[in-house]
């Protein structure tokens, strides 16, 4: 499915869906809900949004935004996306890419679940502007997560943390960009939950704010920090 400076409205069980094949948006409005599914799901092959403004509302099993096997790139777009029981950004088996100036995503996964979840890593990129806020982590890799020159909040729920990486989490300024700031807040702050030699957190030349409501703010067998 591709859709190119389209107004589209979507409401079903899954709002948009693919199988076997990409889901490609570019530029237009797009507004999808999933009744019992996701606003947009793409099985096995990945999900790319290049610019324009998309409302994706999940509910059920899946996330408001969901690739199932494939990677899911978002660039230069005004994304907002809510799920009632589930994650709200999700790429199952992949990667999650988030990039461009005019990046703003707001994840808010309302009752259970991560607000950005992917089992591969996740990068966020390019002068974006991410907050993430819901009932588990806000920002959850079962890789690594690397930020670059992006404004962040993320922040966990009461059992949920703000960043949470099964390997290396690397906050770093941009040389274009100044003024990046993240802001992590959950039960960890930000935790990389790797014993090996990936369990690693650091920061170089980033305003970062971390609160551990009930355990420590920054977590990792490894922590280095540089202006």
């Known amino acids: 499915i591709s859709l190119t400076n389209a107004t589209v409205t979507a409401n079903g069980d899954n709002g948009i869906y693919t199988s076997g094949g990409t889901l490609t948006i570019s530029g237009g409005n797009v507004t999808a809900t999933g009744s019992n599914g996701s606003g947009l799901y793409a099985y096995s092959d990945g999900l790319t949004i290049n610019g324009g403004t998309i409302i994706a509302t999940g509910a059920g099993a899946n996330a408001a935004i969901y690739a199932y096997g494939g990677d899911i790139t978002l660039t230069d777009a005004d994304i907002t996306a809510t799920a009632a029981n589930a994650y709200a950004i999700h790429a199952n088996n992949g990667k999650l890419t988030i990039s461009g ?28 502007q991410l907050k993430a806020f819901n009932a588990g982590d806000a920002i959850n890799s079962g890789s690594g997560i690397t930020l670059i020159g992006c404004t962040v909040t993320a922040n966990g729920g009461e059992d949920g943390n703000g960043l949470n990486a099964a390997g290396k989490i690397e906050i770093k300024n941009s040389e274009n960009v100044t003024g990046m700031e993240v802001t992590a807040s959950g039960k960890y702050g930000i935790i990389s939950t790797s014993a090996g030699s990936d369990g690693t957190v650091t920061i170089s030349g980033v305003k970062v704010n971390a609160t551990g409501t009930s355990d420590d703010a920054i977590y990792a067998k490894t922590i280095s920090l540089t202006r």
Request: contains cysteine.
């Open 101 to 128: 100036g005019s990046v703003n995503t707001d994840a808010e996964a309302t009752e259970t679940g991560h607000g950005l979840y992917a089992s591969g890593d996740i990068l966020i990129t390019g002068s974006c």
